[in-house]
């Protein structure tokens, strides 16, 4: 699987849109990029993912690079609750399935 | 409602014990995987399955062992041999075709005392 970067901390007013970047330089052809989020002490949490085109869900939008070397989520009204540790993921293109997950970005909303 | 059950959320075991770990998924999902959690680290992958009877090591099965007799079921068993098991232990499932993601149970808490 692709290795990614992300910032290790960001925070956001609540209300506003935030927006978390990822690097995926290496990511290959076949590889999807996800979204994840851990609040603390529980398991992730599914957010989004994509391939190519930009994708929107009820949770999140990701925006995704014409290279495919970088993606963004963006979570448009962030909450208190959006509070957690935000994990980007190059992988899963193979039947493997196997996904990589580094440190994450820790985001905290503010009142 | 489908999910994926981890138990207990709490274990304390003695050192020099063995100890298992319950997943257990009713997804139909046909893969599943354990992973390990350090305070303030990603996730590390230990094994994973993707069929009945079929298990593969991941990045740090030293002291760990598995089995999937089940579709639905993937305990762990944390061996005396594992040097440092406290630790926050992470089940998933994933129907296993390309492009799919993981659903994660809520996680198990080893404590060793």
């Known amino acids: 699987d692709a290795k990614t970067t992300q910032p290790p901390s960001m925070d956001c007013a609540e209300g506003r849109a935030a927006n978390l970047p990822c690097n995926h330089s290496?990511?290959?052809?076949?590889?999807?990029v996800y979204w994840y989020r851990q609040i603390h002490s529980q398991g992730p949490q599914y957010i989004i993912h994509?391939?190519?085109n930009n994708e929107t869900n009820e949770m999140a939008s990701l925006i995704i690079t014409e290279d495919r070397k970088s993606s963004t989520l963006i979570l448009p009204h962030a909450t208190l609750r959006d509070t957690a540790v935000y994990y980007c993921?190059?992988?899963?293109?193979?039947?493997?399935?196997?996904?990589?997950f580094g440190r994450g970005t820790q985001l905290t909303v503010w009142p | 409602d489908g999910g994926i059950t981890q138990s207990p959320k709490y274990l304390f075991r003695k050192e020099g014990q063995n100890v298992t770990l319950s997943c257990e998924q009713n997804l139909n999902h046909d893969a599943m995987y354990w992973y390990r959690q350090d305070p303030g680290q990603g996730l590390r992958l230990i094994y994973y399955?993707?069929?009945?009877?079929?298990?593969q090591k991941g990045d740090i099965a030293e002291g760990y062992s598995v089995s999937r007799e089940k579709k639905e079921s993937f305990p762990l068993t944390v061996t005396s041999a594992q040097k440092n098991p406290t630790a926050f232990y992470l089940c998933a499932s994933s129907i296993g075709r390309e492009g799919d993601g993981y659903t994660f149970g809520s996680g198990t808490r080893l404590t060793v005392v």
């Open positions: 993921i190059a992988g899963g293109g193979s039947t493997l399935g196997r996904l990589y």
């Open positions: 399955s993707q069929i009945v009877n079929d298990f």
């Open positions: 994509g391939l190519k």
């Open positions: 290496t990511i290959s052809g076949n590889e999807y």
